[in-house]
């Protein structure tokens, strides 16, 4: 067993994917910092995306081989056998895996939680591991059948509480798109003692009982101080932003999903119609369908430093995809947002800042079990649902106010160097010991098994009254 001062070999697994290997970077950073010597596994295919800002942390690369897949045929593969892309790309991963920490036994395994080749691979090799979950707890209510504890109610010496019904629910219910087997490595992992970092803030997640095993690190981000000086070598946005005393609305749609021509018509002519200053990270093929390149008033880029830019006091709104690091960082900068969420998570996203107070809808959404990246349609999304979205947010001093709120509460949570400590608590103790014991009694369910088994009784029950 490692001691307290000894260094540490520490395996990082991620698929090649921003939105979850970002989050297990900022990770990488703090741990090389303290010494230890940390590798990023990561698929082949990523490579030239990722290489130098794993580097960059400190850490080195080890690309695994992919046996000639490439991100076009793990999706076909993934559509021709059922399976989530997720179980694909870790199916693929695991050889290789394999491999490599049989040649370099790591002390313990960092993990993106949709990596489940680390689960894999750490159970079948007795590792210690850590995952990371960028994302709300209720997700892995989701994912592993978890009871929501706001729910319960104590009577008659029985505590009870129940699943709420969602749109994931459903789709993991009906086993469309490989959830319930992409889902089943990582409820066990954590039934075995994973240790399970999840980076939200409460107050944005409701307060409840968790596992010993669940530690809310909050966003794992730089210091606010040093993200605001990261800005100042960006000249030309910088004087942008100066430029506009009643502040400035930054959009972000990520990096996967690719926006329609009208998409794109709509959110400018709608901010153009609210009258204001925008900055806006678009891709640059995507440019060709603005009605106007050259207005005064937006800043197009194909790149921004988002972090960092959050930051800047003249970002007053933050319209938003809904991806959960881009939330974190966009709350521990204090700024609300209006919600435009595309697949996934994000629509669950989009409706909890909603009832949190810090959010609007940008229109119509999608439910997120929609099976594709950009399921809007036209007349979802107008011009003026946009502008009335944006005035609303940015004329309700409500919305900054909880955003203000959120972002002070971030700072209860010890942030990456908390996640970082436990990472090091898992590689010199193990996690056998906040392993719970009733996790898999208590787990997997679903709220439609209950609602079918309530429309068989209420059927029985029907058919015995007619008989009287």
Not at 125 to 134: G, I, S, Y
Not at 241 to 253: D, H, N, S
Not at 363 to 379: F, M
Not at 417 to 428: C, F, G, K, L
Request: glycine share 8%.
């Amino acid at each position: 067993m490692a001691g307290d001062k000894e260094k540490l070999s520490i395996a990082v697994v991620s698929m090649h994917k921003q939105g979850h290997l970002a989050p297990v970077l900022y990770l990488c950073s703090e741990l090389c910092k303290r010494g230890h010597q940390v590798c990023v596994y990561m698929p082949e295919i990523g490579k030239n995306d990722f290489e130098k800002k794993i580097k960059e942390t400190g850490a080195a690369l080890v690309a695994l081989d992919m046996q000639g897949y490439s991100d076009e045929t793990i999706k076909s593969t993934a559509t021709a056998s059922r399976k989530h892309v997720f179980t694909v790309i870790s199916n693929l991963m695991c050889p290789a895996l394999r491999k490599e920490f049989s040649q370099k036994r790591p002390d313990v395994v960092l993990a993106d939680f949709a990596s489940i080749a680390g689960c894999l691979i750490t159970e079948e090799m007795k590792l210690p591991l850590v995952l990371n979950m960028p994302g709300p707890l209720s997700l892995m209510q989701v994912i592993c059948g978890l009871p929501d504890t706001s729910t319960g109610v104590n009577c008659f010496g029985l505590h009870l509480a129940r699943q709420r019904f969602s749109a994931s629910t459903l789709v993991k219910w009906l086993g469309l798109g490989g959830l319930t087997e992409w889902g089943k490595p990582l409820r066990n992992a954590v039934g075995r003692g994973a240790m399970v970092l999840v980076q939200t803030i409460w107050g944005l997640d409701k307060p409840m009982p968790i596992y010993p095993n669940f530690i809310v690190t909050g966003p794992v981000l730089p210091p606010a101080a040093a993200l605001r000086d990261g800005l100042a070598k960006h000249v030309e946005l910088q004087r942008f932003l100066r430029a506009a005393p009643e502040g400035v609305v930054y959009v972000t749609t990520g990096s996967l999903v690719k926006l329609e021509a009208w998409q794109v018509r709509v959110i400018f002519n709608g901010l153009k119609k609210a009258k204001c200053r925008v900055v806006w990270s678009l891709k640059e093929e995507k440019q060709e369908f603005l009605p106007s390149k050259e207005d005064p008033d937006f800043f197009i880029s194909k790149w921004l430093p988002q972090a960092e830019l959050l930051q800047d006091p003249a970002i007053k709104l933050v319209i938003t995809h809904c991806g959960w690091g881009g939330i974190m960082e966009t709350l521990i900068a204090g700024k609300p947002m209006v919600a435009v969420p595309f697949f996934g998570d994000q629509p669950q996203n989009a409706k909890l800042i909603q009832q949190r107070g810090l959010a609007e809808l940008i229109g119509r959404i999608p439910t997120g079990a929609e099976g594709t990246l950009n399921p809007y349609k036209e007349g979802w999304i107008t011009e003026d649902s946009v502008c009335s979205a944006v005035t609303k947010v940015m004329n309700t001093p409500s919305y900054a106010a909880k955003a203000a709120e959120l972002m002070i509460a971030s700072g209860a949570t010890g942030g990456v160097a908390t996640a970082a400590q436990h990472v090091e608590w898992a590689a010199r103790y193990g996690t056998s010991h906040v392993k719970p014991e009733n996790f898999s009694y208590f787990t997997g369910s679903n709220p439609f098994n209950g609602l079918v088994v309530g429309l068989g009784l209420c059927a029985v029950g029907l058919c015995k009254l007619s008989l009287f």
